[in-house]
C-alpha cells in the first residue's frame, strides 16, 4: 500500500513546548503579515502532553513574549513559588545553604507541564494550526538533492514478526518547505540528522541526567502551595552528579523528584532504586507519610548547555528545544528556553517562506537571531556549572561558587564535557549497592510504578528497542557491566532470565517509559531507541 501524502508550509515534530511556541508564532506573523501558512504538528503521545515529564517550575519570561496576555487567556500557571529551600543532606541531616542565584524563584510558578502543552495546543488550534496526536514520526524523508523534505509517520499494524497485520494502516508523508524538529531530549530522528549533517562537528559532545518524579497527595496540613525545595548529597555518593527537588502544586500535590547525571560511573547504581532511598531521609518522609503517591513517569534531561549546543539548521528544516539542548542546568529549567527557541525558529522560517518560492533557502537567520538574545547569553553564563562537578560535589560545588560569585558568569575559560556511555567502569572494580526493600508506602517497585505511569503498547509490533549487535549484552554488558541495563531502566524493561542454563536478554518493551536512557547510557551504544506505534508509551496526566 503506497502512502498517502499531505503539503504544509511547516511540519512540526513533536508538540511539547518548543513545538507548540514555532506553531503559534508562525500563524501569528501570518495574521500580522495577512498570508497564508499551513502549519502541522505531528506528536507521538496519544494526547498533547501524555509523554511530558518535567519537574516543574516555570519562568515567565518567554511566554511573556509570545502570548502576553496569558494569564486572561487562562494558562494554567495557577501556582506561584512562596519559598525557596537548598539543602544539602547526609543520611540523617539536612544543612540548608544559601540558595544560588540561578535558582531563585521568585516571580516563577509551580505547574505541570503537560497541562501548559495542553493549554498551548489550544491556543495553537484556535490559530489554525492542525495538530495530530498518536502519530509517530518515524522517518525522515529527503529530496533527491538531500534536502529534508518532511517526515512519514509509522505504520498501523505491523506485526512482531515485521510484516503487516490485519489491521495494517500505512504512514502518512507530511511534505514542508521547512521541517522542525522538536521532539525534546535524545530524539530518535534528531539524532539521525545531527549524524547526517555532521551538526555537532564543532560542538562538545552531549551529556545528560535521567529524572524520576512522582506526584503525590499529601495530608493537608503538611500541604504549602508554592514551597520549593533542591537537595544535594545523600543518598549519592560525592562522585556523582543529582539531587532531588520537591515542589508544593494546588489541590494537595507535592512533586517528588530525583535527577542523576548519567555520567555515573559505577555499574551498579539504580536511579529508581536512588530515588526510592531519598524518599526515606527523615526530613522526606514525615510529608509523604500518610498520602498517596498518584502518579509516576521517568524522563532524560539534556545537561550539555552552551557548549554543547550542535549547529542548529540544515537544508529544509531546524533542531529547536531539547532536541538541540536549551535547557538551563543551573537553573533545572528548559521551557523558557525551548519556546524562545522555537519563536526565533519560526520567526526565521516565516522570513524564508516569503522569500522566492524555488530558493527554500536554509534557516540561518535562526541561529543567527539566536546568538543575539537573552536564551544565548543565558546559557553562556552558566556554561561552566555542569562540567565542574566532573571532578565530584566538592570540587563542583567550589568552581561553580568562584564561577558565579568571583566571574559572575564571565570566566575566560569554557569547561568542557565527555560522552556518559564512556565513563562506567568495569563491574570488577565497582563497588556493589545494597538498596532496601520497598515497603509499598514510601518507597516502591518498578512494576507498580509503571502501571502508574498508565504506560501501554500494542504488543503485537516490532521492539522498538533495537540491538545493534545480538551478542553484545551477553559478550561486553553482562560479561564487563554485569548488566547495567537492568538497573539504569527505571521501567523494569530490561532483565536477564535463564533459557537452557544460559542467560539470555529478556526485553519488556511493553514497560518502556520513553525515558531514553538506555539510548544513552548503554556502554557500547548498542541500543537504538525508535519510536514505537504511534499512540504508545505513558499517558501521563498531571505530570
Known amino acids: 500500500m503506497e502512502r498517502e501524502s499531505m503539503e504544509y508550509d511547516v511540519v512540526i515534530v513533536g508538540a511539547g513546548p518548543s513545538g507548540l511556541a514555532a506553531a503559534i508564532r508562525l500563524k501569528q506573523l501570518a495574521a500580522e503579515g495577512d498570508r497564508e501558512i499551513g502549519v502541522c504538528i505531528v506528536e507521538k503521545g496519544s494526547e498533547v ?23 486572561n487567556l487562562g494558562a494554567p500557571l495557577n501556582t506561584p513559588v512562596t519559598d525557596d529551600r537548598f539543602l544539602y543532606l547526609t543520611a540523617s541531616a539536612a544543612i540548608r545553604l544559601p540558595t544560588p542565584p540561578s535558582m531563585n524563584n521568585h516571580g516563577n510558578f509551580v505547574v505541570s507541564l503537560g497541562n501548559l502543552c495542553r493549554w498551548l495546543a489550544e491556543q495553537a488550534e484556535g490559530l489554525g494550526v492542525e495538530i495530530y496526536p498518536g502519530f509517530a514520526a518515524a522517518e525522515v524523508l529527503y529530496d533527491d538533492a538531500g ?50 549533517f555532521g551538526l555537532d562537528k564543532n560542538s562538545d559532545p552531549q551529556t545528560y541526567g535521567i529524572g524520576i ?8 496540613e503538611k500541604h504549602k502551595p508554592g514551597h520549593v525545595v533542591h537537595t544535594i548529597g545523600w543518598p549519592l555518593t560525592s562522585d556523582t552528579y543529582g539531587g532531588s527537588f520537591i515542589y508544593h502544586l494546588e489541590d494537595n500535590q507535592v512533586a517528588v523528584g530525583f535527577v542523576i547525571g548519567l555520567d555515573y560511573a559505577n555499574p551498579y547504581l539504580s536511579p529508581f532504586d536512588e530515588m526510592q532511598r531519598f524518599k526515606l531521609h527523615p526530613t522526606v518522609k514525615p510529608l509523604l507519610e500518610g498520602g498517596r503517591r498518584i502518579a509516576y513517569g521517568a524522563r532524560a534531561l539534556i545537561e550539555g548547555g552552551f557548549q554543547s549546543i550542535p549547529d542548529l539548521c540544515f537544508a529544509g528544516g531546524a533542531l529547536i528545544g531539547d532536541a538541540a539542548g536549551f535547557m538551563n542546568v543551573a537553573k533545572i529549567k528548559g521551557s523558557h528556553t525551548a519556546i524562545k527557541s522555537g519563536m526565533v525558529a519560526a520567526e526565521a522560517a516565516f522570513d524564508a517562506l516569503g522569500s522566492d518560492a524555488g530558493a527554500r533557502p536554509e534557516l540561518t537567520a535562526y541561529p543567527s537571531s539566536l546568538k543575539q538574545s537573552w536564551l544565548w547569553a543565558e546559557l553562556k553564563k552558566v556554561r561552566n556549572i555542569r562540567p565542574s562537578f566532573r571532578w565530584g560535589l566538592w570540587a563542583g560545588l567550589v568552581l561553580s561558587a568562584i564561577d558565579t560569585y568571583l566571574f559572575a558568569g564571565h570566566a575566560p575559560w569554557t569547561l568542557h564535557h565527555h560522552a556518559d556511555h564512556e565513563t562506567m567502569q568495569k563491574a570488577a572494580g565497582a563497588r556493589k549497592i545494597e538498596y532496601p526493600k520497598p515497603d509499598g508506602e514510601i518507597t516502591f517497585d518498578k512494576p507498580s510504578s509503571v502501571y502508574l505511569s498508565n504506560t501501554n503498547h500494542e504488543e503485537d509490533q516490532p521492539v522498538h528497542l533495537q540491538l545493534k549487535d545480538l551478542d553484545a549484552p551477553l559478550a561486553v554488558n553482562l560479561a564487563d557491566y554485569d548488566g547495567p541495563e537492568v538497573r539504569f531502566c527505571p521501567a523494569g524493561v530490561y532483565e536477564f532470565v535463564e533459557e537452557e542454563g ?33 499512540g504508545g508509551g505513558p499517558n501521563y496526566p498531571n505530570m
Open 49 to 71: 502532553g501524555a509523554h511530558i515529564l518535567s519537574g516543574a517550575i516555570a519562568e515567565t519570561r518567554a511566554l511573556d513574549e509570545l502570548l502576553p496576555d496569558w494569564a
Open 502 to 534: 544460559k542467560p539470555r536478554l529478556q526485553i519488556n518493551a511493553q514497560n518502556c517509559v520513553h525515558c531514553k536512557t538506555c539510548d544513552i547510557k548503554d556502554p557500547g551504544q548498542n541500543i537504538n531507541w525508535v519510536v514505537p506505534e504511534g
Open 147 to 196: 534536502r529534508v523534505k518532511g517526515v512519514a509517520t509509522g505504520d498501523m499494524g505491523i506485526g512482531k514478526d515485521g510484516e503487516p497485520g490485519p489491521n495494517h494502516q500505512p504512514g502518512v508523508e507530511l511534505h514542508a518547505a521547512y521541517t522542525l524538529f522538536a521532539e525534546g531530549c535524545r530524539g530518535s530522528l534528531s539524532k539521525t540528522l545531527i549524524e547526517r
Open 213 to 220: 518524579k512522582e506526584l503525590w497527595e499529601v495530608a493537608p
